[in-house]
């Protein structure tokens, strides 16, 4: 079993920053692509950033040159750094990461963690 546990998340002032972590735990034997998604009330969840396993970067347009993904995967950490917030940032923000298991190390499955609340006051 696998699991993701997300940590960082709170409130802050509009211009400001925040660092989410997420670690993941289990029974790994390798992880693929991680990445960072939210969901604000009333919408759909979206792609925030990804990052491979070699560590290239995707980011949705919303947050290029804002937020910065990053992984320690000596950890099988995430890491998503979040600066110049704004209120539209204001979501519940989750982790997903593509893990192959030790009970099968030819399939990938995404796992998610639980969310962790991010608020941006203006």
């Known amino acids: 079993q696998v699991q993701l546990v997300e940590s960082g998340g709170g409130l802050v002032q509009a211009g400001g920053s925040l660092r989410l972590s997420c670690a993941a735990s289990?029974?790994?034997?390798?992880?693929?692509?991680m990445g960072w998604y939210r969901q604000a009330p009333g919408r759909q969840r979206e792609s925030v950033a990804d990052?491979?396993?070699?560590?290239?970067?995707t980011y949705a347009d919303s947050v290029k040159g804002r937020f910065t993904i990053s992984r320690e995967n000596a950890k099988n950490t995430v890491y998503l750094q979040m600066n110049s917030m704004k209120p539209e940032d204001t979501a519940v923000y989750y982790c997903?990461?593509?893990?192959?298991?030790?009970?099968?190390?030819?399939?990938?499955?995404?796992?998610w963690g639980q969310g962790t609340q991010v608020t941006v006051s203006s």
């Open positions: 289990g029974s790994i034997f390798r992880i693929d692509a």
């Open positions: 997903a990461a593509d893990v192959a298991s030790h009970g099968n190390m030819y399939i990938y499955r995404t796992h």
């Open positions: 990052i491979t396993s070699g560590g290239d970067p």
